[in-house]
C-alpha cells in the first residue's frame, strides 16, 4: 500500500501531476488491493472520474462483485449520470452481500425523479432482507414525509427512534417534529423539538419549535423561543415578524412594535415587516406611523394591494380624499384596478363632488360587490343624490332582499315609490 499512500501524499501536498502519473502506473499495472484501496481513497478525495477508472478497470476481473458495482454506481451518481447508475445497480444479485446497500441507492434514485412508488417497493424488499435495519426505517420515513404520508412517516421515524436519535448526521427527533408539526399535530411536535434541541442547538430547528409553538397557541413558549434564536442569531430574519404576531396575540402591542423595528433594522427592503408594523401602528391610534411604514411597504413594492388599501381605508377616515385618489392612481399604474380601491375612489370621488368619476367607479366596483350590504348601501344613497330614483331602487329592493326588516330600507324605498 506504499504506492497509495505516496500517491495520496502527493495529492495533500498539490502535487497533482506527480499523483497522477503514479495513479496512471496503478491504472495499467497495480493490484486488484491497490486499485481497491485507491479508488475509494480517490472517491473519497473528490477525484470522481480517476475512481471511476479504478472501479471499471476491477470490474474486468470480477464482473458480479456487487461491492464494486455498489461503488461504480456511486461515482455515476457524483457525476450526475443517474442513469448509468441505475443500470449499474441493476446488475447486483439478489444474492450479492452489497444488494441491500444497492436497493437504497436505487430507491434514492427513484425517489429524486419522483418514482416514489417504486422507490417504495426498493425500500420494503431491503426491508424484508434487514428487518432490523433501521437505515431503511429512516429511509422510509424520509420518503413519506416528501410525498406527504406524514402517518407513514411518523411510524417510520417511530421505529428509528427506538434505536437510534441521529442516522448519517440527522437529528431524527427533529425530522419527526417536522412532519408532525407539517401534519398540525403541533403540541406532538413541540415535545420532539424539544428532544432535538437538547441534543444539539441548531437555529433552523429552534426557529420551527418557536414556530411550532406559536401555531399551536403557546404564545409565551414562541416568544421565550424566538427570543433566544434572536440572542444566538440576530440576522435570522424570519424570526422578527413571527416574534411580533406572538406578542401581538399576548396583547403586549409595545413589544410586537419593538420586535418589528428590530426587524426592519436587519431586514430593511421587507414590506411584510413594514406593512405589519403599519397595521401594529393603527391598532394602537398612532395613525401617522402607519402612515408612514405603509408608504414605505408601498415603496418597496407599489403593487402591495394590501398595503394601497389599508392607507386608502385611512384617508378616508381622515377625509383625505386627494391622497385616496393618489394611492388608487399608484396602484393603476402597475395592475389592473383592485375591486376595494375602487369602491374607496368612488367615495372620495364623492365627497370631491366628481360626481361623474364617483359614478364610474360605482359602477365598476358593482360588479365585484353586488352582495354586498355595505357597498350596495353607499351606492344606493349616492343615486338618490344623483337622481337616480330607478337605479337607487332597484338596489335598495336587493337591500331588502338580504335584510328584510331593515325599517331604513324600506322608508328609503318608500320615499322613492312616491
Do not use: C
Amino acid at each position: 500500500m506504499d504506492k497509495v499512500n505516496n500517491i495520496m501524499s502527493l495529492l495533500e501536498n498539490g502535487r497533482h501531476e506527480e499523483a497522477i502519473q503514479h495513479y496512471k502506473q496503478i491504472l495499467l499495472n497495480g493490484s486488484h488491493e491497490e486499485r481497491f484501496v485507491l479508488g475509494e481513497e480517490l472517491f473519497q478525495f473528490g477525484f470522481i472520474e480517476e475512481a471511476k477508472a479504478l472501479f471499471e478497470r476491477l470490474l474486468e476481473s470480477y464482473p458480479e462483485e456487487g461491492e464494486l458495482l455498489v461503488l461504480l454506481a456511486e461515482t455515476h451518481i457524483d457525476l450526475g449520470k443517474e442513469d448509468e447508475a441505475i443500470l449499474v445497480l441493476e446488475r447486483i444479485n439478489d444474492d450479492d452481500p452489497s444488494y441491500p446497500q444497492s436497493l437504497l441507492l436505487l430507491a434514492d434514485l427513484y425517489q429524486m425523479e419522483g418514482l416514489y412508488e417504486v422507490s417504495e417497493q426498493k425500500l420494503l424488499k431491503a426491508k424484508g432482507i434487514l428487518p432490523n435495519e433501521v437505515i431503511i426505517d429512516f429511509a422510509l420515513g424520509e420518503l413519506y414525509a416528501e410525498q406527504g404520508k406524514f402517518l407513514e412517516a411518523t411510524k417510520a421515524y417511530e421505529k428509528v427512534l427506538r434505536t437510534d436519535d441521529v442516522i448519517a448526521g440527522i437529528n431524527v427527533n427533529q425530522r419527526m417534529a417536522e412532519v408532525l408539526s407539517v401534519g398540525g399535530a403541533f403540541e406532538e411536535a413541540m415535545a420532539y423539538y424539544e428532544k432535538a434541541l437538547d441534543d444539539k442547538i441548531e437555529i433552523n430547528t429552534l426557529f420551527s419549535y418557536a414556530f411550532t409553538a406559536l401555531q399551536a397557541g403557546f404564545n409565551r413558549t414562541a416568544i421565550e423561543k424566538f427570543n433566544e434564536l434572536k440572542e444566538l442569531d440576530p440576522e435570522y430574519h424570519s424570526l422578527y415578524l413571527n416574534l411580533a404576531r406572538a406578542y401581538e396575540l399576548e396583547n403586549e402591542l409595545e413589544n410586537s412594535s419593538h420586535a418589528v423595528k428590530m426587524g426592519i433594522q436587519q431586514d430593511e427592503f421587507n414590506k411584510d415587516l413594514y406593512f405589519y408594523g403599519g397595521k401594529l401602528a393603527l391598532k394602537m391610534g398612532k395613525e401617522d406611523e402607519a402612515e408612514q411604514l405603509m408608504r414605505e411597504a408601498l415603496a418597496l413594492d407599489p403593487e402591495f394591494t394590501e398595503a394601497a388599501v389599508t392607507l386608502t381605508k385611512l384617508f378616508l377616515k381622515q377625509e383625505r380624499y386627494e391622497d385616496v385618489l393618489d394611492i388608487a392612481g399608484l396602484l393603476n399604474d402597475f395592475e389592473e384596478e383592485e375591486p376595494r380601491i375602487l369602491w374607496d375612489a368612488a367615495i372620495a370621488y364623492q365627497q370631491l363632488e366628481e360626481f361623474s368619476q364617483a359614478l364610474n367607479k360605482y359602477q365598476s366596483a358593482y360588479t365585484f360587490f353586488k352582495e354586498q350590504p355595505e357597498f350596495l348601501s353607499d351606492y344606493g344613497y349616492f343615486l338618490i343624490e344623483e337622481g337616480k330614483r330607478a337605479e337607487a331602487a332597484e338596489i335598495f329592493n336587493k337591500l331588502i332582499i338580504m335584510d328584510p326588516s331593515n325599517i331604513e330600507y324600506q322608508d328609503v324605498l318608500q320615499r322613492l315609490s312616491e
